[in-house]
């Protein structure tokens, strides 16, 4: 079956733009997960959605937000963006929320370049 | 919070074992996970320890101690693909009946000839 998706791949932006990005989970699943990766902070939780619910939080400021709907798919978006916000973004999805075996299966990325 | 540390890089040759370990402080854990990331890849799930003891998949095992907060990841008969990030992560309660899922900042692994 086909894997998690995530669009764009590859993205180059300024300073003070917002973005945008998209992840289509695995068929079936539920849960979708995004992360921030950067190579001096790791892999950094940013939210997970359940069923078109925000069921956490990490601690980023109000500028990232994200949503779901109602067939999984899911956004997130970065307003006013800052230097500091150039990453890899990951999203994942889960056949159930966290709270289970927590095995997620990981898109690709978005490679985020702020200018 | 959650703390979890874990080496950041390490070297090991072809053929032989190498374990990579993984501490923690967290309250409400509820399991963790091991996962590979070659550069450039997507992270893909390796293992999971919610018991304490060894839980082992062919040439990968893990093994997790509650009481010390500690896991590691074993693995044996190094192979040149083994060269990745390993990520160990910490699930633990996170408030109004949801858990979180934090990753440590990953250990790079180079396999030498």
């Known amino acids: 079956k086909a894997g998690v998706t995530q669009t764009p791949r590859y993205l180059i932006k300024t300073r003070g733009q917002q973005v945008t990005l998209s992840c289509s989970p695995i068929?079936?699943?539920?849960?979708v997960s995004w992360y921030q990766q950067t190579p001096g902070q790791g892999l950094q939780f940013l939210f997970e959605y359940f069923s078109e619910t925000q069921r956490n939080k990490g601690n980023f400021p109000g500028r990232f937000s994200g949503r779901q709907f109602s067939n999984s798919r899911s956004e997130m978006n970065v307003s006013t963006l800052e230097l500091g916000d150039s990453a890899l973004y990951l999203c994942?999805?889960?056949?159930?929320?966290?709270?289970?075996?927590?095995?997620?299966?990981f898109g690709e990325g978005s490679r985020l370049t702020v200018l | 919070g959650q703390n979890i540390d874990q080496p950041t890089e390490m070297t090991a040759t072809e053929g032989a074992i190498v374990q990579i370990n993984c501490t923690y402080q967290?309250?409400?854990?509820?399991?963790l996970f091991w996962y590979q990331q070659h550069a450039g890849e997507a992270p893909t799930f390796l293992s999971y320890n919610v018991l304490d003891g060894l839980e082992e998949k062919g040439r990968f095992s893990s093994f997790l101690s509650r009481s010390k907060g500690y896991s590691y990841l074993l693995l044996k008969e190094l192979q040149m693909k083994d060269s990745a990030s390993y990520l160990c992560?910490?699930?633990?309660?996170?408030?109004?009946?949801?858990?979180?899922?934090?990753f440590g900042k990953g250990t790079k692994l180079s396999v030498i000839p």
């Open positions: 992560a910490v699930s633990a309660y996170s408030g109004a009946g949801s858990y979180q899922l934090t």
């Open positions: 068929s079936g699943h539920r849960s």
């Open positions: 967290t309250s409400g854990f509820n399991g």
């Open positions: 994942a999805s889960s056949g159930t929320p966290t709270s289970d075996t927590g095995e997620l299966f």
